[in-house]
């Protein structure tokens, strides 16, 4: 059975930081692409980040390109997210997400298996 399981959210305030982590388990970790997603109140969910099998690929969201860091390690089967200059806007649940193939990719629909989201909220 395929877990992925966030921990590191919390307030912070603006222009702070914080890293959120993600532990999976049940699937072999090296062979997948692994995302980062967050979903607002009353929003839709949205990428924010991904990372290739290796690590030797990123993709970030506009948004958030120049502040956040996505990593993986696969010996410890886990992803990070590092968030610095946090803004008000970042305030939303943060999703890690495991993908059906190796690549980086922002499409939702490439990835099978949710974690069950950590709370980050920025205060201004």
């Known amino acids: 059975q395929v877990q992925l399981v966030e921990s590191g959210g919390g307030l912070v305030q603006a222009g702070g930081s914080l890293r959120v982590s993600c532990a999976a388990s049940g699937l072999t970790f090296s062979n997948v692409g692994m995302g980062w997603f967050r979903q607002a109140p009353g929003k839709e969910r949205d990428f924010v980040a991904a990372?290739?099998?290796?690590?030797?690929?990123?993709l970030y969201a506009d948004s958030v390109r120049g502040r956040f860091t996505i990593s993986r390690d696969n010996a410890k089967k886990m992803v990070y997210l590092l968030m610095n200059s946090l803004k008000a806007e970042d305030t939303a649940v943060y999703y890690c997400a495991a993908a059906t193939e190796f690549s980086a990719t922002s499409r939702i629909r490439a990835y099978d298996y949710w974690g069950q989201g950590t709370q980050v909220t920025v205060s201004s």
């Open positions: 990372i290739n099998w290796s690590g030797g690929t990123t």
